[in-house]
């Protein structure tokens, strides 16, 4: 099973589009396609600055929490973990 959204068209309809798959798990290999902004959020201190470029980097998803659809994934070039959610990201290998 396929998840969209859907973003507006120029004429002001909208557009659905493709961004992941609901039965991603953890193993899986996958790319990011979407560079985040910041590393995160820490109350009282802000936006932590992103040290690392991860778009079009390969990962592989190491934890779930699926009621918010947001994956943490391991970056191993880096030894980084990042929680994207599926639009940020494509699978490249299904962990078996």
């Not at 998840?3 to 992941?20: D, K, T, V, Y």
């Not at 290999?29 to 590393?39: E, K, S, Y």
């Not at 995160?40 to 390969?58: A, D, N, T």
Request: one cysteine or more; hydrophobic letters at 40%; glycine letters at 12%.
């Amino acid at each position: 099973m396929k998840l969209w959204f859907f973003s507006p068209m120029e004429e002001g309809g909208m557009l659905p589009r493709q961004i992941g798959r609901l039965s991603v798990k953890v193993g899986d290999l996958v790319r990011c396609i979407w560079q985040p902004g910041t590393a995160g959020h820490v109350k009282g201190v802000g936006c932590i600055p992103m040290k690392y470029r991860i778009k079009g980097e390969l990962g592989v998803i190491v934890k779930q929490r699926l009621e918010v659809d947001h994956h943490s994934i391991l970056f191993p070039r880096f030894g980084y973990v990042h929680t994207l959610s599926p639009g940020a990201f494509e699978v490249i290998s299904e962990a078996s």
